[in-house]
């Protein structure tokens, strides 16, 4: 398939990739597409390179579903396989960008490519799309390019996007089972307070006797729900929405979560064991690839993915750039478990610093999934007995009236 690359004009015109059909000066039916601001720009192209077109068409991406850290993993797995087996870049991007089933990651890949077409080099164009290619991402390409291993580079970047996807999947896993029955029991508490309860009630006029005292909680309860509903609701939901764009897009907010989150018991263990499997990871990989560790370190305070463990890294960055050793360091941070430190020192020593920091890493993945186990196990039978306590008390709480019109009766 024949491509033809457009050289930027300088202008702020909007590219577009379009297909197009032709015939080259021998006669022969070709096309290709090309990156360019419009259907004219095309064609004039095509005919200084000696193509009669017959056919230009803008090509269109239907809306694909969210590009997602898996779909970037699979991407780079794809394409370090791909220049392995010797594929022209170009061809590889061709061949992945084509083949995914996901538009809106074809649309991204296709787009990079025709930024190469045109003479960007591949960081630089990782670089325009810093949502999805963070600063570790297009250092470590950069730094393939330069010393001509762009496959192996390529290659840990994959096993490195990988075990990430994996332990935060883990740990994702392992907050779903709980969240989701909470969710329930709330839902299954507003139903019973909302229109059950009071259907009870109703009954309960008739009998003319005092109501035991968990019934009239209850039934407290019940019209307060029936009441004010809508504000019960607009206030749970919304306040859950508006803490998590907070969470999400507040710097501070962010670092009270992180350091509370490390605070919990059982779940606060298993994410600093994440955190130092990522932290240690991100060094590994920076490190194999030649890049000096203080500006490695640069990338891998953010990679921890928590602010305790990125203000560590600021602290260790400052210190190695002025003479100490990395494995003084960590030690002065007093977050790095001392298993951590000592086989970084032994790194340090025996001039195996990422091969020590990948046996860490993996130690500690293990770590997290053995921890998801034992949380799912423990888990189960605490929340069986949560919802057991909670809808049962309800329902006790119903029935003790018919309970007591029975015995006076018998």
Partial sequence: MATAPLRGSGTAVKDFIFSWEGKDKSGKQIRGELRAGGEAIVSATLRRQGILVTKVK??????????????????????????????????????????????????????????????????????????????????????????????????????????????????????????????????????????????????????????????????????????????????????????????????????IMDRFLLKLPILGEIIRKASVARWTRTLATMFAAGVPLVESLDSVGGASGNAVYSDATHKIQTEVSSGTSLTIAMQNTNVFPNMVTQMVSIGEESGSLDTMLSKVADFYEEEVDEAVGSLSSLMEPVIMIFLGVVIGALVIAMYLPIFKLGSVVG
């Fill in 58 to 255: 803008k090509k269109t991406y239907s809306s694909g579903k969210k590009i997602t850290e898996k779909d970037i993993a699979l991407f780079t797995r794809q394409l370090a396989t791909m220049m392995k087996a010797g594929v022209p870049l170009i061809q590889s991007f061709d061949i992945v960008g084509k083949g995914h089933s996901n538009p809106s990651v074809s649309k991204l890949i296709l787009d990079i490519r025709a930024d190469i077409e045109t003479g960007t080099s591949l960081s630089q164009a990782f670089r325009k799309y810093p949502l999805y290619f963070d600063l570790l991402f297009c250092n470590l390409v950069s730094a393939g390019e330069q010393a001509g291993i762009l496959d192996d580079l390529l290659t840990r970047l994959a096993v490195y996007k990988e075990k990430t996807v994996a332990v935060k999947a883990r740990i994702k896993g392992a907050l779903f089972y709980p969240c989701s029955i909470i969710a329930v029991a709330f839902a299954v508490t507003a139903i019973i307070m909302i229109w059950v309860v009071p259907s009870f009630k109703d009954v309960f006029k008739s009998f003319g006797a005092d109501l035991p005292a968990p019934t009239l909680i209850v039934m407290g309860i019940s019209d307060f729900f029936v009441k004010y509903f809508y504000v019960i609701f607009l206030v749970v939901f919304g306040g859950l929405y508006l803490f998590f764009q907070s969470w999400k897009r507040s710097l501070r907010v962010q670092r």
